[in-house]
């Protein structure tokens, strides 16, 4: 069983930047699909950005552009690098990771954007 700690959340103002991190517990070398998600107070939760094992990378249109989704393998770490944050990217912040039939989420990190 993977575990998933994510970090790096905060409060930062409108077109500012923040470095989101996950850690996990073990190795992510067979985790075929990692990605970020979110979930804003009222909504459900939503894709932000996906990584293959491969480096194959995809996005949600709102933050083409802004975000920048990455893993390192031999370290076992996932990054998400937010750039031009807007107020409507306050959520809490999810690692996920899908491992053949095994999901794997971490237990969030808040990111708050003031306008």
């Known amino acids: 069983q993977v575990q998933l700690v994510e970090s790096g959340g905060g409060l930062v103002q409108a077109g500012g930047s923040l470095r989101l991190s996950c850690a996990a517990s073990?190795?992510?070398?067979?985790?075929?699909?990692m990605g970020w998600y979110r979930q804003a107070p009222g909504k459900q939760r939503e894709l932000v950005a996906t990584?293959?094992?491969?480096?194959?990378?995809n996005y949600a249109d709102s933050v083409k552009g802004r975000f920048t989704v990455s893993r390192d393998n031999a370290k076992n770490t996932l990054d998400l690098q937010m750039s031009s944050l807007k107020p409507e990217d306050t959520a809490v912040y999810y690692c996920?990771?899908?491992?053949?039939?095994?999901?794997?989420w971490g237990q969030g990190t808040q990111v708050t954007v003031s306008s």
């Open positions: 996920n990771g899908i491992q053949g039939i095994r999901e794997f």
């Open positions: 990584i293959t094992n491969g480096g194959r990378t």
């Open positions: 073990g190795s992510i070398f067979s985790i075929n699909f």
